[in-house]
Every structure is written in structure tokens, then in C-alpha cells.
């Protein structure tokens, strides 16, 4: 996502511009063409109501942070049965842009545990931040409202199926705390 002609939805700011003593505020809602270009980019079957509201502010001299609240309608098809799921997001975005940022070093770098910054450039993309900020609130795996999944059960004839339930790592222990309980209420009862 760097070339603004290929984003859903852009709305960039030269740095060059921006006041350095003042934060800039800032108010976005996609339009519902924009909206529908996001939701096609995240993997969403549609997006209601989608609003980045915040202020970018001059960190320092030389870079930026931004504070923002990220609030939408997202629907998504459900993991189980495809059934459309509707979830409402409301998080909280932050960012920052480092000038003199860190470049990893060496074939292969450790992520690091501030995952807001990233180096500055001429431009600061809203959109690509609202963009990134959605896609990463979405929930993983929606289910709609009383939607599991069955349970298969496979083996060779004439032996017993393996169950879900068997296979859990705790199963064992559960089965041994009864069997345990039950020896020791005998050895009390004699």
C-alpha cells in the first residue's frame, strides 16, 4: 500500500505543510464508493458508518504522532455457515512518524514491541491509517449467533471413533482426578 493511486482510500498530508507549534485535526468518512473499495482491500462484505476522528501533532522537531478513536460498521461473512456478521468497532489508533528511525539490520530483525512508529516520509496518509486500523480490528473469526461447528468422527470399521472431547490435553487428567476420587470414596465407604 505505498502508490496513493492503488489505495481505496487516501487522504494524505504533506508534512511539509502541517503546522509545527499546533495539532491538526482531523474528521474522515469514506464516501460509500471509498467504502466499498476498503472493504473489497480487508476482506469484508461491507462497511457502514466508518469514521477516523482525531488529531496528528508535532512530536518533538522533527516527527509526529497521531491520536485518533476508529469507529465503523463492519459485516463479515460468518466462519461457520457464511451467514452475514455484523460487529461494531471502536478502538483507538495511534501512530507515530521517526525521522531518524531505526533501519533493521542483517537477513533477519526482531519485531519491535513499539508497533506504532514508523519512519517519516514527505507524506502522512490518513487513509492508509484508517485502512491498516480497520483491517487490523476486524475480528479474526465472526460467528453468527448460535452457529458451531460438528463434530466428524473417522476411524476404521469395527473400532471406535476418536471424539473431540478425547483429544483434548486435559481429557486424560479429568478422567484420572475421577477415577481417583471415585478410589478414594470407596477406601472411606469400607
Known amino acids: 500500500m505505498t502508490a496513493s493511486s492503488a489505495l481505496p482510500f487516501s487522504h494524505p498530508l504533506r ?4 503546522p509545527a ?3 491538526t485535526r482531523f474528521d474522515l468518512s469514506p464516501s460509500a464508493p471509498e467504502l466499498a473499495a476498503i472493504a473489497a482491500e480487508i476482506g469484508a462484505d461491507s462497511l457502514r458508518k466508518v469514521r477516523l476522528q482525531g488529531e496528528l501533532r508535532p512530536l518533538g522537531r522533527t516527527d509526529w504522532e ?20 455484523t460487529t461494531r468497532l471502536d478502538e483507538k489508533v ?17 519485531m519491535p514491541e513499539d508497533d506504532t512508529s514508523e519512519p517519516l516520509g514527505a507524506v502522512i496518509d490518513l487513509g492508509v491509517v484508517l485502512t491498516e486500523a480497520l483491517a487490523l480490528a476486524l475480528p479474526l473469526y465472526p460467528r453468527a449467533e448460535g452457529a458451531e461447528l460438528e463434530e466428524d468422527a473417522f476411524t476404521e470399521p469395527g473400532k471406535a471413533p476418536l ?28
Open 15 to 18: 508534512v511539509s505543510d502541517l
Open 21 to 23: 507549534r499546533k495539532p
Open 66 to 85: 497521531l491520536e485518533a478513536k476508529l469507529a465503523a460498521t463492519v459485516v463479515q461473512p460468518c466462519v461457520v455457515t457464511l451467514a452475514p456478521v
Open 94 to 110: 495511534e501512530r507515530r512518524w521517526l525521522r531518524d528511525m531505526p533501519e533493521p539490520t542483517g537477513e533477519e530483525a526482531e
Open 163 to 190: 471424539r473431540d472431547e478425547e483429544i483434548r490435553p486435559f481429557a486424560g487428567l479429568a478422567s484420572l482426578r475421577d477415577r481417583l476420587a471415585n478410589d478414594n470414596d470407596k477406601d472411606g465407604n469400607e
